[in-house]
T-cell receptor, first 115, second 109 residues
Framework: DAGVIQSPRHEVTEMGQEVTLRCKPI?????LFWYRQTMMRGLELLIY????????DSGMPEDRFSAKMPNASFSTLKIQPSEPRDSAVYFC?????????????FGPGTRLTVL | KNEVEQSPQNLTAQEGEFITINCSYS?????LHWLQQHPGGGIVSLFM???GKKKHGRLIATINIQEKHSSLHITASHPRDSAVYIC???????????FGKGTKLSVKP
């Protein structure tokens, strides 16, 4: 299996622009997680889906952030408009059933820089 | 106060040394996960614990539920063990993780 796939790997954009991050989970996994990592705050959960349905989006910073999972093999995280404080590494992870005892498999991350 | 605390934040060791990284948490959990983040940024899961002890190669992870504490041990450390080790907990039946800030380990040859 190819593992969790994220694109792009690096994104540099200017403040105010729309940014879309993409994730393809491992085939057969029912749960997908979006995390953000910064030097100051470490890793934080943004949102997670179970069977394509958002279960917990309490970590989404504000209305500028939105996430979708239109099918079992694809999810997007969109920031509109982007701000310099959104600069971070965004990780997508998937797990078989989303249970607390499931191992999560992380993608390589997208490094976002907002100028 | 963070819900998941790790110590130390940074650790430098000589090759061959025995290493211990600690994790304490303040919330009720269903499972505790140890993750490794490579210098290139990739994150891999090392262990998932809900009780007792697990061993994989030179890595050993233990958890004490009553004391809300877990340790990750590395025996006969090697420079390739240099990475950031992250403790994370999950509560209830849901899989979303709460992370510690990580321990940056550097093993010198």
């Amino acid at each position: 299996d190819a593992g969790v796939i994220q694109s792009p790997r690096h994104e540099v954009t200017e403040m105010g622009q729309e940014v879309t991050l993409r994730c393809k989970p491992i085939s057969g996994h029912n749960s997908l997680f979006w995390y953000r990592q910064t030097m100051m705050r470490g890793l934080e959960l943004l949102i997670y889906f179970n069977n394509n349905v958002p279960i917990d989006d309490s970590g989404m910073p504000e209305d500028r952030f939105s996430a979708k999972m239109p099918n079992a093999s694809f999810s997007t995280l969109k920031i509109q408009p982007s701000e310099p404080r959104d600069s971070a590494v965004y990780f997508c992870a998937s797990s078989p059933q989303g249970r607390s005892t499931d191992t999560q498999y992380f993608g390589p991350g997208t490094r976002l820089t907002v100028l | 106060k963070n819900e998941v605390e790790q110590s130390p934040q940074n650790l430098t060791a000589q090759e061959g040394e025995f290493i211990t990284i600690n994790c304490s948490y303040s919330v009720g959990i269903s499972a505790l996960h140890w993750l490794q983040q490579h210098p290139g940024g990739g994150i891999v899961s090392l262990f998932m614990l809900s009780s007792g002890k697990k061993k994989h190669g030179r890595l050993i992870a233990t958890i004490n539920i009553q004391e809300k504490h877990s340790s990750l041990h590395i025996t006969a450390s090697h420079p390739r063990d240099s990475a950031v080790y992250i403790c994370a907990v999950s509560g209830g039946s849901q899989g979303n993780l709460i992370f510690g800030k990580g321990t940056k380990l550097s093993v010198k040859p």
